[in-house]
């Protein structure tokens, strides 16, 4: 378990490790999205317009830092230590000389551009999981974030055909997701608020037994592909034993109140109240009764309209991706970037391979304690990039190269080529005219 209290965690030990371990180089060549001066095409103010914000020591905030290269960039996380770094949108002109554009009638500091971004958070599973609460975290209650990378990372290439899509260990109860594609972080608010509105499915409040809804006669088809590829086979083969949702009478009342059909809900009572354990020793009690459930509601005298998504229902209420809308649909919205460390566990938000997340697991992140120790036992040894390969950081800096940046710069330079050249030709058309 990842527990609530602070662990691991010293900010003095920040200065060694932006010091030697951050990579700047890195996250400048990702903020650049190829706007690095060396192709005429570039805009050199692209990365000079980037919101970086710093949380210090004291909760003091820095909000609307901007730096106009990497070394400043560098210089300054370097002074300050910052205990988080959060990333904002593109403005129209450089975020810290925002007043100075401020005296006119027109408002022209306004943000441009901005990766599309998810924040799914453990504690919006709550009501859900029954092994921690609130801020703890451990590998039974997990796999829920498993499915929220394999439901959306799917559906973000699949029916929105993104590439360039970054999945991030939050450091403590969750995970953050960056769409970088071009087309994405020119997305307006409304067209961002309509991809969110796109992954609901939750409706009415706490008081409301039915929190799930799926409407019409066929499941759409990105809810069916969820259900068949990711969010059945969870459910039944590992949350419905590790969670023991059928454990208990409190447990079970909880799904019994998602059927409509009080009959066969008293009629399920009374089998689950009859029985104090399953009819063989080998079998779950939760699978046991899962599979009465749905033979009950599936049945042939039981196909009532109101019981015909009974079973998905329960399903997805149990798994399906939890996200913080309003941090989707907003522009200005600030994320924290990768390759920070939490300061209330000391762990570092590494990326998430999301063809791998099944193999993730956030107890054995590594930390800014753990870091330190290795560079001082084995010392490190720098590659022609510059990267620490004697520390268990350097997983996570390769795989951040290789399977998310790379790809990127080459989309990003191939974008620009392609947009200066068709300025180059409309400008020899517009001669020749």
């Not at 010293?10 to 060694?16: E, G, R, T, V």
């Not at 971004?117 to 609460?133: A, P, S």
């Not at 029916?159 to 997701?177: A, E, K, P, Q, T």
Request: hydrophobic share 35%; aromatic share 12%; glycine share 6%.
């Amino acid at each position: 378990m990842i527990p609530q209290q602070q662990s691991d965690f010293d900010h003095n030990y920040l200065k060694p490790y932006y010091g030697k371990l951050f990579p700047f180089a890195d996250i400048f060549k990702w903020m650049t999205y190829g706007h690095d001066g060396k192709h005429p095409g570039c805009d050199q103010s692209y990365f000079g317009r980037r919101e970086f914000s710093f949380t210090l020591k004291g909760d003091f905030y820095l909000r609307f830092q901007s730096f106009n290269n990497a070394l400043e960039l560098e210089n300054s996380i370097k002074e300050k230590c910052p205990l988080k770094i959060d990333i904002g949108p593109v403005y129209t002109v450089d975020p810290a000389k925002r007043h100075a554009y401020a005296q006119g009638d027109n408002n022209v500091f306004a943000p441009v551009e901005r990766e599309l971004i998810f924040d799914i958070d453990m504690t919006d599973y709550d009501d859900v999981r029954y092994c921690c609460r609130g801020a703890d975290v451990c590998l039974n209650c997990w796999p829920l974030m498993t499915i929220a990378i394999k439901v959306i990372d799917a559906s973000l290439r699949d029916d929105f055909g993104f590439n360039h899509i970054l999945w991030v260990y939050s450091g403590r109860r969750g995970v953050h997701c960056w769409v970088c594609d071009g087309k994405a972080r020119r997305l307006t608010n409304e067209q961002r608020a309509s991809i969110a509105d796109y992954y609901r499915v939750y409706k009415g409040n706490e008081n409301s037994h039915k929190k799930v809804s799926l409407m019409g006669a066929a499941l759409h088809p990105f809810l069916a592909t969820s259900y068949t590829n990711v969010l059945k086979d969870y459910f039944e083969k590992i949350l419905l034993t590790s969670q023991n949702l059928l454990a208990t009478e409190e447990r079970y009342e909880k799904i019994l109140s998602m059927i409509p059909d009080e009959s066969i809900a008293s009629e399920l009572r009374g089998k689950w109240q009859d029985s104090r354990r399953s009819s063989s020793a080998k079998e779950d009690i939760n699978v046991v009764r899962w599979e009465q459930c749905k033979q009950l509601l599936q049945s042939g005298k039981h196909k009532a309209q109101g019981l015909r998504r009974c079973v998905e229902e329960i399903v997805f209420f149990f798994t399906y991706p939890r996200l913080d809308m309003e941090v989707s649909k907003h522009m200005n919205h600030l994320l924290k970037a990768p390759f920070c460390v939490h300061p209330k566990t000391g762990r570092v938000c590494v990326p998430i391979d999301p063809n791998q997340c099944d193999d993730f697991d956030p107890t054995t992140v590594p930390t800014l304690f753990q870091l330190l120790e290795e560079l001082n036992n084995e010392g490190s040894r720098a590659d022609v990039n510059g990267e620490w390969n004697g520390t268990s950081l350097g997983n996570a800096i390769a795989l951040f190269r290789t399977s998310f940046l790379e790809p990127l710069q080459k989309a990003c330079k191939e974008e620009i080529e392609r947009s200066y050249n068709l300025k180059l030709q409309q400008s020899k058309n517009s001669v020749g005219w």
